[in-house]
Each structure stands twice: as structure tokens, then as C-alpha cells.
């Protein structure tokens, strides 16, 4: 999984920043992951009750894992914590078939 967290033009300590977020980054998306397989399809606030994770965290690595294939939408939308629709996420079937 390799996401861009910094720049070419950004400082020296945006870098080092980057560094420690990308192992940060990369827990998460493992508890996400797990979560998903444990559980089954839900959505953000969901996925964020059971981990432990706050939902922006969450968020933030939802696309990144849909880009590499490890989940996807359902299509479903879901009642969020507020009682607002959020969209509804699971284990995408090429990453099952690996599992």
C-alpha cells in the first residue's frame, strides 16, 4: 500500500512526519481489514465502534483500501451515529479469495 503523505516541495520535517504515519496509517488499515472479516459489511462509524479507531481515521483509509482492493462498497447505504446515511463498506471478493 503506498499513498503519498508529503511532497517533493514540503520540509524536511513533513517527511520525517510522513514516515511515522505511513506505519500509523497501515495498523489501521489492518484493524479496518480485520474488522470487516470479523463482522461483516458496515459502515464508517460502525467499523470505527467496533476497532476502536475514531472515525476520521477510519475515513481516511477507506479509499486507500478500496484502491488496492481489499474492500469495497456494498452499494447499501447504513445509518451512521448521527442517523445520517453513510455508505456501507466490506471485504472486496478478490481479497476474500486470498484469504
Known sequence: MLHPRVRNTDPL????????????ASRHARLIVDCLEKY????KDGIAAQTG??????ARRLNELERDGEIC???K?????????EREWKISPMHRELI
Open 53 to 58: 479507531l475514531d472515525s476520521n481515521q477510519v
Open 77 to 85: 447505504g447504513v445509518k451512521s451515529k448521527s442517523e445520517r446515511m
Open 13 to 24: 520535517t513533513s517527511w520525517q512526519a510522513a514516515g511515522s504515519a505511513k506505519d500509523l
Open 40 to 43: 461483516g459489511a458496515m459502515g
Open 73 to 75: 462498497l456494498t452499494g
